[in-house]
Every structure is written in C-alpha cells, then in structure tokens.
C-alpha cells in the first residue's frame, strides 16, 4: 500500500525563468498618435504634461512554450527594474489585459515616446492605425492582480498570489487569452511616472522577468 501510495505522488516541484515577449507603453493621447513600443524603457503613471500625461505598461510572455503540458503552477512572480525616476512613494497595480496588442517598431528612451508606426500599440489602437481598444487606454480586468508599492530606483517583486496564479494558470491552458498585463500607476497626480527596464533594454540582467514555480502530476496509482 505504501509504495502505491508513492506512485500516485504529484512530482517535485521545479521554477522557470521566464523573459517578457513582447512589452510598450501606452501612451494618453486622442489621436493615438505616440507609441513606445521597442524602447529600451517603458513607462506607468502621469508625466509632468498638463494633458495627456497618462502612461501604462503592458507586459506579456509566452509562458505555454515556456512549461510543460500538465503543469501545475504553485507560484508565480513578476520582477520588473525600476530605473532612476520621481522617488516618490506610489502604488503599481497589474490588471490582466483583455484584448490582443501588438508590441510594434517605435522607440523612445523618454516618457514621451515616438510618432506611431504600423504595428504599434497606442491609446487607441492595438495595432496601430487599424484595430482598436474597445475602450481608450486598453481594455482589462477590473481588479487588480497584483499591487506593490515602489519608490526609489531597484528592482521590484510582484510576489505570488492566487490571481497572479489564475493568470498565469489561464494563459497555459488557453494561449489565446494569453494578452499579459497593463501595469498602472498613480494617474491623478503629476509628475510621478515610474521608469521600467524593457526586454529591449541593452543590460540583459534589467529586463523583466516571470519566475513560475509548477509541479507535474504524478503517475495514477494502481
């Protein structure tokens, strides 16, 4: 009995490293005409701009070829590197996005980002200048996943919770909801926008990573 007992054990648990596919900026404005989408940056919060000084980040990676068929995920976390910005004190909270994007060709080292290109994700677009958000800024769940307050440049854990889990869990079962996260910071007060390493940024040890721990199930016992 006891080594049918062990048959049926789940196997151990094993952690992947997992780098961003695709990232941008989505950037206020009612044309959609800026985009940042191949910067070595991307931003979340409110420039020191009178109008349009919105920015979010939007994140995805491709986690069903990153794990096994019939993994099940224990734990997940997301770790971005916050380059030197406004230190104040504020909340990044991550919402799972709800509608394909594409990342596209424009890049800005700079919150203010770059002339739109075909391809790019914007305010209204996403995939610049022929699909659209249903709702300007992105469209996503509207509760959070995951909250952190940041500050002051380093890096940053998301740690583990169960919506991060049935996000990632979600993703490896169906690919085709599969559209990441729109990360949002504090959008009323000016001048606090956070600055995060991209996955095109030149230091490959800044870019943002998902670390999933997972298990696989045991064979059936007999």
Do not use: C
């Amino acid at each position: 009995m006891a080594l049918l007992a062990l048959l049926s054990l789940p196997t151990a648990a094993e952690t992947v490293l997992i780098p961003a596919s695709h990232d941008a900026t989505v950037i206020e404005d009612p044309d959609g005409a800026w985009a940042n989408g191949s910067g070595p940056f991307f931003f979340a919060g409110r420039t020191n701009q009178e109008q349009n000084g919105v920015r979010r980040g939007l994140l995805r990676f491709d986690v069903g070829e990153a794990l096994p068929d019939h993994a099940i995920i224990e734990s997940v976390s997301l770790t971005l590197y916050m380059a030197p910005s406004h230190p104040e004190i504020r909340d990044l909270r991550l919402y799972r996005a709800l509608a394909e994007w594409s990342e596209g060709p424009s890049s800005s080292a700079g919150g203010g980002g770059a002339p739109s290109q075909p391809g790019d994700v914007t305010w209204l677009h996403t995939f610049y200048d022929s699909d659209f958000w249903v709702y300007g800024g992105g469209q996503f769940l509207g509760r959070a996943s995951g909250v952190l307050q940041v500050a002051d440049s380093g890096f940053y854990t998301w740690e583990s919770n169960p919506h991060l889990v049935q996000d990632v869990a979600l993703w490896k079962a169906a690919a085709q909801h599969n559209f990441g996260w729109i990360l949002i910071g504090d959008e009323t007060t000016r001048q606090n926008v956070k600055s995060f390493a991209s996955r095109e940024n030149p230091d490959p040890a800044l870019r943002p990573v998902l670390e999933v721990t997972y298990r696989l199930p045991g064979p059936p016992s007999r």
